[in-house]
């Protein structure tokens, strides 16, 4: 049964893998103009400010109970059906900001079509 259930946790993240690779636009591009492309190729990611790249790396899924987060170097982010949320910056007690350019606390990524 233990052997079943760790196959069956495998298979589930392979899956959620398949479907996460493509472009993310922000919901609102009146907020910034930043795009996420995943590829599954070498699990790359790559962030964009309008055409120019401003970072690249390997991307991590973290399953955790019914969530999935999607790890992107020093980025964290709930990945959920076709959409990433990232959490821009923080409050007074835990200081951060992953996006300066976005004034919007939670980013809204878009899986595109």
Known sequence: MKYILIIFSF???GCANNKISGIYLIS??????ESIKIELKKDSFFIYEGVN?????????IEDNSNTYLQMNSIEGLYKRDSII???YGNSMNEFVLFSECDA???YFIKQQ
Do not use: H, R
């Open 11 to 13: 298979l589930l993240i």
């Open 28 to 33: 609102d591009n009146k907020i910034c103009n």
């Open 53 to 61: 790249l401003k970072g690249k790396g390997i991307y991590k899924l």
């Open 86 to 88: 990232i959490q821009n």
């Open 105 to 107: 606390k939670y980013l």
